[in-house]
């Protein structure tokens, strides 16, 4: 099993639409999650943190869930410049990769 | 916004040679990191470092090597190019926990 799993996509969806993207993860002793966002052939950017009380950053919400190994984000009236790859994020402190995993990304394509 | 530099953003070099990739920040951070990412494919961690003197080899067998001498600073040399080195290599720093990334180097070996 890969230690942190994405549906890789792509989403198609329309402008205005809410989208979500889903995320599992391995290792029970996580600590620190994240969801980065990677325009093509750009660098990942960290777009919000996750906390296992849920949190929201204007139109996007990230939920953890720890019993399960879950991790969520939720896009609501997605626009045309949400067009990117979401790559989930996972720390383990002091683990052997330097702490952070990231996912293989899902991709998101908003279309007018 | 983290302030993290990479030089040169673009090389195309010949098989054979000797090239150093630079990364610096200006944050102070003390980890700092390396990465392989091939176009549409996951970042794969080659070097990191915790620190000044630090440096330890990720899950990507590489023929590079680092170096962390300054905090600031965290070269990548890669002895001898080869064609299968083409790639885009991204390096990172953390004050804590997250990352933030320069804009990367798209190398090419010819």
């Known amino acids: 099993r890969k230690e942190v799993e994405q549906d890789p996509g792509p989403f198609n969806v329309p402008e205005g639409a809410t989208v979500a993207f889903n995320c599992t993860y391995s290792?029970?002793?996580?600590?620190?999650f994240f969801w980065y966002r990677q325009d093509c052939r750009k660098e990942p950017k960290l777009l919000m943190s996750?906390?296992?009380s849920g949190n929201e950053d204007g139109r996007f919400t990230a939920q953890l869930n720890r019993a399960s190994q879950y991790i969520s984000l939720l896009i609501r009236d997605s626009k045309l410049s949400d067009s990117a790859t979401y790559l989930c994020?996972?720390?383990?402190?002091?683990?052997?990769?330097?702490?952070?995993?990231f996912g293989k990304g899902t991709k998101l394509s908003v279309k007018p | 916004e983290a302030d993290i530099y990479q030089t040169p953003r673009y090389l195309v070099i010949g098989t054979g040679k000797k090239i150093t990739l630079e990364c610096s920040q200006t944050?102070?951070?003390?980890?700092m990191y390396w990465y392989q990412q091939d176009p549409g494919m996951e970042l794969h961690l080659i070097h990191y470092s915790y620190g000044v003197n630090s440096t330890e080899k990720g899950d990507l067998s590489s023929e590079s090597t680092v170096s962390r001498i300054r905090t600031e600073h965290f070269p990548l040399t890669l002895e001898s190019a080869r064609p299968s080195h083409t790639s885009q290599y991204l390096c990172?720093?953390?004050?804590?926990?997250?990352?933030?990334f320069g804009p990367g180097t798209r190398l090419t070996v010819t």
């Open positions: 290792n029970s002793a996580s600590q620190s």
């Open positions: 996750v906390y296992s």
């Open positions: 990172a720093s953390s004050p804590s926990y997250e990352q933030y």
């Open positions: 944050m102070g951070h003390d980890k």
């Open positions: 994020v996972v720390n383990i402190e002091g683990g052997s990769q330097g702490n952070l995993i």
